[in-house]
């Protein structure tokens, strides 16, 4: 057994004063003078680093002042208040053990790395404090996310990822196969013989798990998922990744305003609970890339969010055009889709907070989304955040099997293809909505991070499977 | 707004009688007399139904006697101690609306429905009390999973999906591309031209997030994985997916004893958690599937698992086999993976519960695993449980940087590959190990379910993608 050690947090929020421990870690910096060397220490436990003064009258002490930063180090000493602000106790090490130390071409040893840089060094970024401080909160996010829909009632479901049909109706799907590329069986028309591919039949990585979700809405009551979702569309922007994460709750007996209000309640729990667990961390990430952060995500965690349908935003941007702003690729329209610049000016210049938009016209949105009494557009909702953009989607399922069909097919889908989806509107259907959040775009909005490749651990985009 | 009732979970644990409250759900069973209707609801909340008394002097009584099964419905009554035993509260209805019927060709109504008629139905079979049951267990095993690992300091993270490394090197991977099939280009020497693909290299679906935990629990300490996992070998079992969930801890300052006991510990949380969570599901299992259910899980939340190394493993099989039990399939016989049967006879009829074996041959295991003293065996374990047999693999890694050099030269992998694997035995080091548990195995286990297609929403085998 090696755990037997105690965690920099333990040390730190407990502070057994006059007591020995051990700890076990990574050198974060060694100051050597002639008397003692004063080493910091992180075991990732927590943001806080823990202090250690080393006695130049160690046996092994000429050894101990050459070691590298982040080389693994066993430490036991006396555990006492500390003198230095910033931390309740520091250590007096007995004894100083070397595990591993770092060869000379350690990448991080620099003392100027690029978040650019880091991405390269994907495998060891979340050795810096930047990034641990990230992904603590990430986890943190996601144990909230878990909490919260626990504690709501719904139940978390793993939805299929590798799917024979196409959620959106939209393309940009990756295909999965074990058929040889260039080789592959073909039928009697020459086309390939997907029936001889493993699942018997073309397979894709889905783009959602909405549709799986109403089935079991329909079953459970409220249920939610928490999974990767694909698209291959070629956008190498700051705020695509092709695979990300994605929440996806689905509630039975609900309307668009019953899901409008989890989506506000689920964010705010997010902020709420990352500002209660990660202080340390958002100070960081305040102190590093926004000196506002802290101060917005407690504006947004207590109040509300604005709402607004599409038909009067448009009437805000086309008014704001009037006046004066310049849009600078696309005019506001009715009936088009709201540019990013359009939702950027929605959220941060005219609400200046999360903004919920409503009502879009029907041409722009999926074919699953309900159809408003109005005939033109359809009962969903995005919600743009300032800085990030669009970080939810969802609407109101279309609950009349009629009209469900007649959506699929005016959008060229095959209903064969969707026979079980259908079914859902025949056998005690009910009015059920839910929405999709991508995790990383609200990650980057509570860190304050501004590229989604640096709150997922390893990022996928274009031309880049590294890791 | 339509999330204004109260689940039939609240009403049931809160029991306000005497107050009047609305419920929204799907009918179970409704039998009609002259005086009186008694319908049988459920909302998906809680495995118990709640009970409902209509009078036969409401105002559309007649509509409400041809209400059928699995239609939705709205009714609010009043909250009354129930008479009848097996629950607290009934309904006495004071007005019964019907949402949407079922239309006569309903799959469920037929009075027997195999668990492989069900399956064909997928979207439909978590309205059962079989599958709702299952799902809620799972849902709660999937929360155990995150609280534990929170709690004992844990970080969740989300390792790719997409890779272009083999983490096995075993093959048996999903090609994942967006090159057009038969007509992709070809470099000049006619092979694939993968350079052109959207990775700009060769991927593949994950058949583990090991290596990539690795490089985080070097930096963070402790992490875990809860993500999809693939193999696309043509297993057609009880108890193989070619898509399932997994869940993978990995331990800086970490050997086997530790993450054996880790192991241990969670499995038994689990246990513990579910019959505190889901006496009504863990009832229904039991009486369904195997009346030992709730005795055996008892015993295993609260007995240490059994541990045998590998070759002590091998003589009780040999001694077995002297003694006149007789494998079908394969003697046991040193050097050679443990066989199914060998496996059962390990933890069901010789140990008679979960069992940890240790230190198989380096030959038949992985690369990364640390090799014993010995050089024959490396330090790893697999966890067996009765009734489904291997639940966990698991490793300490090999962590010096020599030996996991040769170990991938002799596994014919290319070090170029693992380049940045490679970089974690070099840069600060330790000690370190981690497991992966199969999570829908351990739902098998603790829902006696028997085929492994009827522990996750969406099963996904050779020549079935269906939903």
Redesign the interface.
């Known amino acids: 057994?090696?755990?037997n050690?105690t965690?920099i947090?333990t040390l730190l929020t407990t502070a057994p004063v006059e007591q020995t421990h051990t700890v076990?870690?990574?050198?974060k910096s060694l100051r050597n003078s002639k008397k003692f060397s004063f080493m910091v220490l992180n075991?990732?436990?927590s943001q806080k680093d823990l202090q250690i003064v080393i006695d130049a009258t160690l046996s092994n002490y000429e050894e101990v002042t050459k070691i590298g930063l982040?080389?693994?180090v066993v430490i036991t000493g006396l555990v006492v208040a500390s003198q230095g602000k910033g931390q309740s106790v520091e250590m007096q090490a007995k004894s100083v053990t070397l595990?591993?130390?770092?060869?000379e071409?350690?990448p991080?040893q620099k003392k100027e790395t690029s978040l650019e840089f880091l991405r390269e060094?994907?495998?060891?970024?979340?050795?810096t404090q930047l990034f641990?401080a990230v992904?603590?909160i990430?986890?943190v996010l996601?144990?909230a996310t878990?909490d919260f829909f626990?504690q709501e009632?719904y139940?978390?479901?793993?939805?299929?990822?590798?799917?024979?049909?196409d959620c959106e109706g939209a393309g940009d799907m990756?295909?999965?196969?074990?058929?040889p590329?260039?080789?592959?069986p073909?039928t009697d028309k020459g086309a390939?013989d997907f029936s001889k591919d493993?699942?018997?039949?073309e397979?894709f990585?889905n783009v959602s798990g909405q549709l799986?979700g109403e089935?079991?809405a329909?079953?459970?009551?409220?249920i939610y998922t928490f999974?990767?979702t694909?698209r291959?569309e070629?956008s190498n922007t700051a705020r695509h990744l092709?695979?990300f994460?994605m929440i996806e709750p689905e509630?039975?007996?609900?309307?668009l305003?019953?899901v409008a209000?989890l989506a506000s309640d689920y964010i705010q729990f997010m902020i709420k609970t990352a500002m209660e667990k990660c202080p340390d961390e958002l100070a960081l990430l305040s102190q590093k890339n926004n000196p506002d952060l802290l101060s917005t995500l407690t504006h947004v965690a207590n109040s509300e969010f604005a709402r607004v349908t599409y038909t009067d935003a448009v009437d805000i941007l086309k008014k704001a055009q009037t006046g004066g702003h310049k849009f600078e690729f696309a005019a506001p329209d009715w009936g088009g889709d709201l540019a990013t610049e359009h939702e950027r000016y929605l959220c941060e210049i005219h609400f200046k907070k999360p903004t919920i938009v409503t009502d879009y016209p029907k041409k722009i949105k999926s074919f699953y989304m309900k159809l408003n009494a109005d005939g033109k557009t359809v009962r969903c909702m995005d919600i743009l955040v300032p800085g990030v953009g669009e970080i939810i989607g969802g609407s109101q399922r279309e609950?009349d099997h009629g009209k469900l069909l007649e959506r699929m097919l005016a959008s060229k889908l095959d209903p064969k293809d969707y026979w079980?989806?259908l079914?859902?509107?025949?056998?005690?259907?009910?009015?059920h909505a839910g929405f999709g959040l991508g995790f990383e775009r609200a990650v980057m909005y509570i860190t304050g991070m501004s590229n989604i490749r640096d709150v997922?651990?390893?990022p996928?985009t274009?031309?880049?499977?590294?890791?």
Request: positive net charge; glycine residues 6%; contains cysteine.
């Open positions: 057994m090696l755990q050690f965690s947090k076990k870690g990574w050198v075991d990732g436990s982040h080389s693994s595990i591993c130390g770092v060869t071409d350690y991080l060094n994907a495998h060891l970024r979340a050795r641990s992904f603590r990430r986890h996601a144990k878990h626990d009632g139940y978390y479901l793993h939805t299929p990822i590798i799917t024979a049909s990756f295909r999965v196969s074990t058929l590329i260039n080789d592959a073909k390939v493993y699942f018997a039949k397979t990585l799986e089935a079991y329909l079953a459970l009551g409220k999974g990767p694909f291959s070629n092709a695979e994460w509630v039975a007996f609900a309307d305003d019953d209000k609950d079980w989806y079914d859902l509107r025949k056998f005690g259907g009910a009015p997922i651990p390893f996928r274009p031309r880049n499977a590294e890791f």
